[in-house]
């Protein structure tokens, strides 16, 4: 990734951005109109004590309104792809503080979750202290996407041989050119028929100019972190283009389009730095 090769926490790095999604999935949950409910994302964000105060409910900061609209919206898109699969292991790559084998109906089916031990740690001693139980078979996989993930993945009772449904969530941009390249080939290697990739893309020549607005913003601020120190915006391959290669039947949504297919109206300063962006679905017959 773009940051030093080393472990992170919740409330550094890579991992506070992923505390401000927890932040962003509970004031969507709060919403009248919500799209998804996660009656976790609060919790994490409370238990965590962030180094900026983070809201988990109805706000009237702009730049929080805004990236809620969004990160509500992609929650959305990858939760239908999860449950409008069949497929029977869900491998969620970097999954932060996701919860949907805590709040997703996915009874008979196994999920794998694959993210840095201290993260994974973070999780699972808040989910404790609610005594959550998982609606699924579920099982943490400590891993650097860097190092030999499907080593641990595999250890931890993933079968190749099984349809699976492999989540990218807000992953991409933090991956080196060469990573992310290689984490498809993998991730291709090990789908069999009936596999489905679900993939949040910004383009490489798109994405200085996302976080250049983002930080005129203030969105670092508001994390607690530099997001331009995170992101790689090396040139890479179209992952469209490749999955098509490969035989994958590929849909690419737009953040518009799909917004458009939920009755909402995305807010300008969400408009300016994802009109560039795809959600992409990938099915292998």
Not at 61 to 77: C, E, F, K, N, Q
Not at 127 to 145: E, F, G, I, K, N
Not at 199 to 221: I, Y
Request: contains cysteine.
């Amino acid at each position: 990734m773009a940051t030093p090769q080393r472990e992170w926490d919740i409330v550094s790095s890579i991992g506070l951005t992923a505390l401000g999604v927890a932040a962003g999935r509970a004031i969507e949950t709060a919403a009248a109109d919500r799209l998804i409910e996660d009656p976790f994302a609060a919790e994490f964000v409370r238990a965590a004590h962030p180094p900026r105060p983070m809201p988990t409910g109805p706000t009237d900061d702009p730049v929080w309104t805004a990236m809620t609209s969004y990160i509500g919206l992609r929650s959305r898109y990858f939760d239908d792809l999860v449950t409008g699969s069949a497929a029977p292991q869900v491998v969620i790559l970097a999954a932060g503080l996701d919860a949907r084998a805590h709040r997703l109906e996915l009874t008979g089916r196994t999920v794998f979750e694959v993210d840095q031990p201290r993260v994974l740690e973070f999780k699972q001693e808040v989910l404790d202290s609610l005594a959550a139980q998982p609606r699924c078979t579920r099982h943490t996989v400590p891993a650097d996407l860097r190092e030999d993930w499907p080593a641990a993945l595999e250890k931890a009772g993933f079968d190749r041989g099984l349809p699976t449904v492999w989540l990218a969530e807000g992953l991409l941009p933090y991956l080196p050119a060469p990573a992310e390249e290689q984490l498809f080939e993998l991730v291709a290697a090990r789908s069999a028929p009936g596999s489905r990739i679900g993939v949040e893309r910004l383009a490489a020549e798109h994405l200085t100019t996302a976080t250049d607005h983002m930080r005129d913003l203030g969105a670092p601020e508001r994390l607690g972190v530099e997001l331009s120190g995170l992101f790689s915006p090396e040139e890479r391959r179209n992952p469209v283009d490749w999955l098509t290669g490969q035989g994958w039947q590929v849909e690419v949504s737009t953040p518009i389009e799909y917004a458009a297919r939920h009755g909402r109206d995305l807010p300008e300063m969400v408009l300016q730095t994802m009109a560039a962006g795809q959600l992409v679905r990938a099915d292998l017959p």
